[in-house]
Each structure stands twice: as structure tokens, then as C-alpha cells.
């Protein structure tokens, strides 16, 4: 893990691949968040509160 | 003997102490604090950012405390030491992976409607406390990666004027301001930030123009 | 006076409310994330590149070495020119008036010629005939006369060798100088340099500013840096050494620093490559104001509306399931 990594180099960007895969991680982790079920409680409240 | 005066919302009362425990009673009762229940559209994987960021700054602090307990010089000379900078490296970047995914998420609800512009203003503070405090930590290393970070952010501290006052090539101040100061100043904000999401309870959505409210 | 208790029971009036355990939710969040941090710790570890020393620069780089601290005595390097807080012999950074580097004055002072080659030279005389007559050759010269030493010395070293140890340099006047730093290299290969550099003739020290300039003054450090991509040029600030992922959150901040104006020399509206590290930071304290104070901005605070992801995080508010009867 200590050797060098390799750059997406696009243009002017110049990324590390391990920076790269976190933040591709993260906006795919974003999407699967805003489309995934949720697990729903039972629904027994009245109401308001 | 005096009868004892009623106590009502309508005069102040003399004492100090009822007055503060009848603020926070009135501010964030205890089934505010700690609700069972939440509105149904509480309902999105998107929620859970939050508290996923509040654990990793649990395991941040727990492997810090690990670390500052035996020096700074212990995770370079042993193998358990290297497993706890380890496990204090890799939960600051899940730490600042789960925040920012929380910005995103109250970003696109827009959680600062309805007067929570402060919880929302707190955050961003949290966000940048913590990017000193991740600095400060990134400089108390002492390996190759401390030595260029603070030879080159001095010129940008000092181009601002602080960097006298907040000198990056003092590992002792560095290391007092990460182990101590910045952590309190952290964990303040984070417990002002859950006590204003708690008294204010989670926005409403966003409601389309003319629509009823539900 | 309506209380806050009271708001949020209207606030909520009128709205389904369903079963959430929140504690439980923070339980689950905390061993999970637990088992993420420990699992990939287990796997991948944590970046450690050993600290450069100045005896493994001055080992693997003489010439290098012996640039940089002719370079101290000519008062050319950066630490030499810098400004405040170290010094006054550059204003240092400002944009029109805004100069805060000049503001609060010379609260660290160094004296670079001094403090990285005088100093260590003295204590290494002791007990070295030649050193300490070479020393005080040097410091019972003109002001010009130095110059026109490290001039013409800085001139040779460019095409300097080195040999058996030694940097060799073609002939010239030179003056005391060949010796000096011969005595000053001999010093740093041995590692006495880092030693007084960092303890600064005290016993405890935590403060590495003295040890760090000298270094940042040569080229072994930031050719090590640049190995690692950790260079501003390279979005350095964003960058780990190794195959970890370092500080992604500072994209924003680093990307200033590969645009136009503050690659260029000439620049805009005053900011320019020289004064890219004020200007840089000027703006990202706007631009992070700005992200405080969203809730009041237009546009800013209106896209969530315009753009439609608060319907899939609400999309049973929007869309509510119908009960099959």
C-alpha cells in the first residue's frame, strides 16, 4: 500500500485513484440511499402527538 | 411560616434554578429529546446520514483517546499502535464521507426551512472545525506527510497573518490543539447541532406552490 | 409566550406519526461503522513514509545541500526573502492594501544565514583549526565582499560534482566559503544538523520551525513530494502518500491553486500566481460564509426545489401509497 498510486488526469483535473473511487463511492452511495426501501415501522400511531 | 407563592408561566419566578429547568422544559422536553416516534415521511436511507457521521465520530474519538493515551511516537515502533492509527485514519475518512453525504442530503431537503437556518449554520461550522481538526492531525504525525503538509501550508497561514499565531511547523502546538481544543470545540458543536435538531424536530417537506399542507 | 414545546406539537399537527428508535438506530450505526473501520484497518492499514532528515539529504544530495546554505548566506533562499512572520526583507503577500502577512509582524524571527550555518559552524570549530579561521575570514569581511563570494560560488555549484563524499567545484575566489560548508556538510551527513536545528540550544523542544525552513529552503523535500504527488501543482493538498485516499474534502480549496488567475503571472484584478495563497484563502472563507448563510441566498436556497431529489427522499408524502381495502 505504500507504493505510488496512479491519476485519472482529465484536462485540468488530476485525481488519485483511491480519492477518485471515494468520491465515485460516495455520490453511488447517495443514489442507492434516495432509492432504496426503507424498512417501515407498523403503523399504529393516531395523529398528530 | 409563608405560603409558598404559585408557580405559573405568568410571573417570573425568583428562582434561578426553577427558571433554567423551566427553559429547558419549555425548549426540548425529554420526548423531544428522545422521540419514539418520528412523521411518516421520516422514511429514506437519506436520514440515517446523520447519525452513521455522529458513529464515526465515536470510533474517531475512541481510537484518538488510544492513541493519545501512549504518544505520539507509539503507532511508528509498533504493530498495535499502527492498527489504531489505522482504525483513527480510516474512520476520519468515513467520519468526513458520512457528513458530507449528510450535506447533500439536507441540502437537497432543504433542512434550514422553517427557522432551522441555524441548525444548518452549525453544521457548516462543524464541517469547518473539523477540517482544522483533521489538519491539525494530518501535522501531529511526525513522517513525511506531516513535513510537506506544514512546510507548504505555512505560506498560506501566513499569507492570512495567522501563521504566528498558528504556526504548522510547532508539532506541539499542533498536538495540544488536535488531542484537546479542537476535539472540545467539535463535540460542543455536535451536541448544540443534535440539541437544535431535537427542540426544532425534522423540516417538513418541501411543499409544491399552492398545495395544501398536510 | 408560546414555547418551543408547544411549536412542535403544532408544527406536527395533523401528521401521521410512526414507530422510530432512534437509540437503537445509533447502536446499529455505531457497530457498523465499527465493523467497517476495523475490517478495513485490519486490511489496508495507514500511510507512514518515514520524515526526510537533513543528514539523508545532505547524504543524498550534497549538492543540493551545499546550494541551499550558500544560498542562506547569499540571502537568496525562500526563507532568507520571506517576510513575516520570520523576517523583514519582503513585504510577502498582499492584494492591493489587504496584506495581512505584513501586519502582525516578525513574531517567529529567524535569521536564516545565522541560524542554519553560522550557528552550526561555530559549534563545529571548536577543535577545527581551519573551520574556525575560515569562519572568521567570513565574518570579518564587507557585506559586498560576501556577496561577491556566494555569487561566484552559487555560480560554480551549478556545475558542481561530487566526490569521494565531497561537492567539487571548478576553480575560482571563492574565499572561505569551500571550507565552511565542506565543515557545515561534514556536520549534516553525520546528523549533528538536525540535531542543533531541532533543539535550538535548548534540551526539550517540540518546535520544528527552525529544521523544517532549512529543509523547505532546499530541493530533497519537494522532490520527494513530488514523487508522492504531493506538490500545490499536482492537487497536492488533496493527496495521500501511497495508495490511500487522502483529504478529498479539500478539492475545492486545492483546485484554485491549477486555475488561471492564480497560475498565471500576470493574473487578474490584482490576484496572480504570487499572491495566489491570500487570495486563495480570501475566497474560500467567501465561499464557505456563503455556505453558511445559504438559508438567505436566492437561488441557492431555491435549487432543492427546483431540482427534484426531495421527491424520491419524500416520495411517500408526495405519492402516498393507497391501502388495499
Known sequence: MDATTSYFHWGFILISVPNLLVIAGMIVLFAVALVAPFPRGREDEDAGS | MQAAKPVSVKDKPDSWTLRVRQAIDRQLPMDHLLPHRQPYYVGSWVYVFGVVTIAALVWVVVSGVVLAFMGPQWWHDSGVGRFFNSLHFWSVQLFFIFMVLHLWGQYFMAGWRHGRAATWAIGVVIFGVSILTAFTGYLSQQNFDSQFIAVNAKDAMNAAGVGAFFNVLNFGQMYGLHIMLLPIGVTILVVWHIVVVRARGVVKPIDPEGAAPR | ?325
Open chain 3, 1 to 325: 409566550m408560546k414555547s418551543m414545546g408547544e411549536t412542535q406539537e403544532e408544527y406536527y399537527r395533523g401528521v401521521r406519526m410512526v414507530p422510530y428508535d432512534l437509540v437503537k438506530e445509533l447502536v446499529i450505526a455505531l457497530v457498523g461503522v465499527g465493523v467497517l473501520a476495523l475490517a478495513v484497518s485490519a486490511i489496508l492499514s495507514s500511510p507512514d513514509v518515514p520524515p526526510v532528515t537533513i543528514a539523508a539529504w545532505a547524504q543524498s544530495d550534497p549538492v543540493d545541500f551545499v546550494t541551499t546554505a550558500n544560498g542562506e548566506l547569499a540571502g537568496s533562499t525562500t526563507s532568507a526573502g520571506y517576510g513575516n512572520p520570520y523576517d523583514t526583507n519582503s513585504d510577502g503577500q498582499a492584494w492591493g492594501p489587504i496584506a495581512p502577512q505584513k501586519w502582525f509582524g516578525t513574531r517567529i524571527p529567524i535569521d536564516s544565514a545565522d541560524m542554519f550555518v553560522i550557528q552550526p559552524l561555530q559549534r563545529a570549530a571548536v577543535g577545527d583549526a581551519d573551520l574556525d579561521a575560515a569562519l572568521k575570514t567570513w565574518q570579518s569581511a564587507t557585506s559586498d565582499q560576501q556577496g561577491k563570494w556566494t555569487d561566484a560560488y552559487g555560480k560554480a555549484l551549478a556545475t558542481a560534482t561530487v566526490t569521494g563524499g565531497n561537492v567539487v567545484v571548478a576553480n575560482g575566489d571563492y574565499g572561505p566559503l569551500p571550507v565552511m560548508m565542506s565543515g557545515l556538510l561534514g556536520v549534516a551527513q553525520a546528523g549533528g544538523l538536525d540535531g542543533l536545528l531541532q533543539i535550538n540550544g535548548r534540551f526539550y523542544q517540540t518546535d520544528y520551525t527552525p529544521a523544517l525552513l532549512f529543509m523547505g529552503d532546499g530541493g530533497y523535500l519537494s522532490a520527494q513530494a513530488e514523487h508522492w504527488n504531493l506538490l500545490g501543482d499536482q492537487w497536492g493538498m488533496m493527496n495521500e502518500t501511497g495508495r490511500y485516499p487522502g483529504q478529498t474534502w479539500l478539492w475545492l480549496y486545492t483546485m484554485w491553486y491549477q486555475v488561471p488567475p492564480f497560475t498565471s503571472d500576470t493574473g487578474f484584478l490584482g490576484l496572480n500566481a504570487s499572491n495566489a495563497d491570500l487570495g486563495i484563502i480570501i475566497l474560500m472563507t467567501l465561499l464557505t460564509a456563503a455556505l453558511a448563510l445559504v438559508p438567505f441566498i436566492p437561488i441557492l436556497r431555491d435549487i432543492p426545489r427546483w431540482v427534484p431529489i426531495h421527491r424520491l427522499i419524500w416520495r411517500d408524502y408526495y405519492a402516498p401509497r393507497r391501502k388495499v381495502l
